[in-house]
């Protein structure tokens, strides 16, 4: 009932918890220490094995989505205008089984092209350089400078 009345700030956190200080440190211990970017590779080279596919994927699906902001957003948030809506912008990538490799939070009014070369580098990171295979929508697949590099690190379909 509090995260659907308050969104959950820390201070409304519910009461069988911790004191929110308590739960922030913490939370700001395991963020600084990558553990939730830890559990989810681990659970995506589990679900992969369990599937009988290789540990690491050889292709990636970069995408982006524009979501409306809250009027608290404030300077953070940009305007699409091909969505004619104020927010910021998802960049994500996943494999072809759908799992999360990386996401990247900008205004709204980035492009996808522009952040696409950064999400991709950071999925050859995350993969250990597997991913040879990009399937990219037509926006992403414009060939600008600031492209150049996805024909020469992935092939792009």
Same mark, same amino acid.
């Given at each position: 009932?509090?995260?659907?009345?308050?969104? +959950?700030?820390?201070?409304?956190?519910?009461?069988?918890?911790?004191?929110?200080?308590?739960?922030?440190q913490?939370?700001?211990?395991? =963020?600084?220490?990558?553990?939730? #970017?830890?559990?989810?590779?681990?659970?995506?080279?589990?679900?992969?094995?369990?599937?009988? =596919?290789?540990?690491?994927?050889?292709?990636?699906?970069?995408?982006?989505?524009?979501?409306?902001?809250?009027?608290?957003?404030?300077?953070?948030?940009g305007?699409?205008?091909?969505?004619?809506?104020?927010?910021?912008?998802?960049?994500?990538?996943?494999?072809?089984?759908g799992?999360?490799?990386?996401?990247?939070? &900008?205004?709204?009014? #980035?492009?996808? =092209?522009?952040?696409?070369?950064?999400? +991709?580098?950071?999925?050859? #990171?995350?993969t250990?350089?597997?991913?040879?295979?990009?399937?990219?929508?037509q926006?992403?697949?414009e060939?600008?400078?600031?492209?150049?590099?996805?024909? &020469?690190?992935l092939?792009?379909?």
């Amino acid at each position: 009932m509090s995260l659907a009345h308050t969104g +959950c700030p820390w201070r409304y956190l519910p009461r069988d918890l911790p004191p929110w200080v308590t739960v922030y440190q913490q939370w700001t211990r395991w =963020r600084d220490a990558r553990v939730f #970017e830890a559990i989810v590779h681990n659970l995506n080279v589990l679900q992969r094995l369990l599937l009988e =596919r290789p540990a690491t994927p050889s292709a990636v699906v970069p995408n982006g989505r524009t979501l409306q902001s809250t009027p608290e957003s404030g300077h953070r948030a940009g305007w699409a205008g091909t969505r004619r809506r104020k927010g910021r912008k998802v960049h994500m990538a996943v494999d072809t089984l759908g799992q999360l490799l990386s996401v990247v939070i &900008t205004p709204a009014n #980035e492009q996808e =092209r522009a952040q696409v070369g950064g999400l +991709c580098r950071h999925v050859q #990171e995350v993969t250990g350089q597997t991913v040879t295979v990009g399937f990219v929508d037509q926006g992403t697949r414009e060939k600008r400078p600031s492209m150049r590099w996805l024909s &020469t690190a992935l092939t792009c379909k």
